[in-house]
């Protein structure tokens, strides 16, 4: 009877837990949130914030990195650096870096993985002028790949920092 | 806020899940003599059909085993179901070497009687004998006991079949639309159960040494935390939530603390959580990676994945502090320890160029032996008895589950029939019925 009891009062705490979950998001294509550019997302600031500025959509909000590496080569500094130049003169605007790895290897080790190369790309931008409070960095590990092949021409696609500009 | 999907889900988990198999298991490579067992139908008092084909259920676990091989009842001379029914030389003449007989029989009221009754067919005497009053829903549960004590009278190790798994799927909707679920099943694949239905990614799903409750990651809060979860009860409490990653949880031998991988302080370090205080003691000090601990069997040291030395490799440490020794040193990337239950060996993940492969460690000489052929294989779990070790791979362009035996002879697949399953993890022995 204890047990019913204990059961009862778990479906209790779920159902008052349950009330008003949020939705998820729409999805505006492979790996992308809602948020991101690319086709039209319930949020899509990204028009607003880079309205015929310098920095490109889609494919310049990415950053590429080597197998088990968090160097950042020439050609993605340059994307970093336009993206911090562009911070630097919209001071109210934070940006999330999300960081990822490709699916070979252990999940955690990938996980751990993605957060330093998140926060290669932040120290990167730290260093060109953006506050720190402004930079939130946070890893999805191998776990939300943009390209679901079991190659190099995926697994080059999947080892990357996702710059994102809105409040989730 | 909570997410209703996954509400409705733990909802469900107090209910009992459908008893057929969702994951089918396949041997795919097996011993070529294995001793030969007859295991009889049981006998049944009733019209309608038995509730649970006990003695079938025995064969198809005996047969995974890869050491024992179940004879075909078609081949059988006479079907006793005790012992005053039993003549050997029919038993001698197609070459059995153990002969297992029983009873099931319906009590009324939902209960029910099995007896069942081991012999060695050339002593003619008998090796174990058990009688068990259940209710249906564990005649299955039953069963695997059953197979258990006919693979340990022949083989002298306990067996491992009445144990559970827990494993991960996902099934992808539309292009960045996934549904996970944490799951449970029998460790044959039947009546599995959800423990977790998220949006979002579940992984590393870890047992308490007791089996009553798991730890997992989850990232329904769009970043990974650390959760808590009785299966009875489906009561989750979460543990870490810190700034940064909170990963790989790992439960202490004595189930009062968990290791865990936080990056609070600037990177991936393992911290050990008590659980009854609340109290977080950090273990490691590197500006290296440092994750996936797993404590030995004693208690004593936690050996974890650190990329100090340039690429991931093993290092031992001992629980209560103090310097990490490196374990590994043949290959660019060793990862993602198991230990066996004697504490003897260690599972783990060795890359080879573009190969991923699951290897054994031998901890006294330091001696490597490759298990796996496979090309992405990850997350080595042993079975409780150190016979089996567990691991999700890739096959056909799917995530399937597959079993290797510790001397790398006999290997299974586990296909799931609705998506990719990844992150097996196998349960402690079940306490006994």
């Known amino acids: 009877m204890y047990k019913q009891l204990l059961a009862g009062i778990g479906v209790l705490v779920l159902l008052a837990g349950c009330g008003g979950g949020k939705g998820v998001k729409g999805d505006a294509g492979v790996g992308e949130r809602g948020v991101v550019t690319g086709t039209a997302g319930e949020d899509d600031l990204s028009g607003q914030a880079f309205g015929g500025g310098p920095v490109d959509r889609a494919t310049q909000r990415r950053v590429h990195f080597a197998f088990d590496s968090a160097a950042i080569d020439e050609a993605n500094r340059a994307i970093v650096a336009a993206h911090a130049a562009y911070l630097v003169d919209h001071p109210g605007i934070p940006v999330t870096l999300e960081g990822h790895a490709d699916e070979r290897g252990t999940r955690e080790y990938n996980l751990a993985l993605g957060e330093r190369r998140a926060k290669a790309v932040a120290k990167l931008m730290q260093a060109l002028g953006v506050a720190a409070d402004r930079i939130t960095t946070v890893s999805y590990g191998e776990e939300r790949p943009l390209a679901l092949g079991h190659n190099e021409s995926a697994w080059r696609l999947n080892r990357r920092v996702e710059i994102l500009y809105a409040d989730q | ?433």
Request: with cysteine.
């Open chain 2, 1 to 433: 806020m909570m997410k209703r999907s996954w509400c409705i889900a733990l909802l469900g988990l107090l209910a009992a899940g459908p008893a057929r198999a969702v994951l089918t298991i396949e041997i795919t490579q097996g011993v070529e003599a294995g001793t030969p067992v007859a295991v009889v139908p049981f006998g049944w008092e009733g019209e309608a059909p038995p509730p649970a084909d006990i003695a079938a259920i025995v064969r198809s676990d005996l047969a995974r085993s890869g050491r024992l091989a179940p004879m075909d009842p078609k081949d059988f001379l006479s079907r006793p179901h005790q012992q005053s029914e039993i003549r050997f030389k029919d038993w001698r003449l197609i070459k059995a070497e153990a002969l297992a007989v029983g009873r099931l029989r319906a009590l009324g009221g939902d209960r029910y009687r099995v007896q069942f009754q081991l012999f060695d067919v050339f002593k003619g005497s008998q090796l174990a004998g058990y009688r068990y009053t259940v209710r249906a829903d564990q005649l299955r549960r039953v069963a695997h006991q059953i197979s258990d004590i006919i693979y340990e009278k022949l083989t002298g190790e306990p067996g491992a079949f009445d144990t559970r798994i827990a494993y991960v799927t996902v099934q992808r909707r539309s292009p960045g639309q996934s549904r996970y679920l944490l799951r449970v099943a029998d460790s044959d694949g039947y009546g599995p159960v959800t423990v977790l239905d998220s949006h979002e990614p579940i992984l590393s799903p870890a047992w308490s040494p007791d089996g009553k409750r798991l730890a997992y990651v989850s990232f329904e809060h769009r970043r990974p935390m650390v959760y808590v979860q009785t299966l009875a009860t489906g009561e989750r409490r979460r543990v870490a939530d810190y700034l940064g990653i909170n990963s790989a949880p790992a439960w202490s031998p004595n189930g009062r603390q968990l290791a865990l991988v936080l990056s609070r302080d600037g990177n991936p370090e393992i911290y050990v959580l008590d659980l009854r205080s609340r109290s977080l003691r950090r273990l490691t000090r590197h500006l290296a990676i440092d994750t996936e601990p797993v404590w030995s069997p004693d208690g004593r040291y936690i050996v974890f994945t650190s990329d100090r030395a340039g690429g991931p490799q093993l290092y031992r440490v001992p629980a209560r502090g103090g310097t990490p020794e490196r374990l590994t040193f043949d290959g660019r990337y060793n990862a993602r320890a198991s230990f066996s239950p004697d504490g003897k060996r260690l599972a783990f993940i060795r890359g080879e160029g573009n190969r991923f492969q699951v290897a054994l460690l031998h901890l006294a000489s330091g001696a490597v032996q490759v298990l796996t052929g496979g090309f992405l294989d990850e997350s080595p779990s042993f079975a409780p008895n150190g016979r089996m070790i567990l691991y999700a791979t890739e096959q056909g362009g799917r995530g399937v589950l597959a079993a290797v035996s510790a001397d790398g002879r006999v290997q299974q697949r586990l296909t799931y029939t609705e998506g990719d399953v990844r992150e097996p993890a196998w349960s402690p022995f079940n306490r006994r019925l």
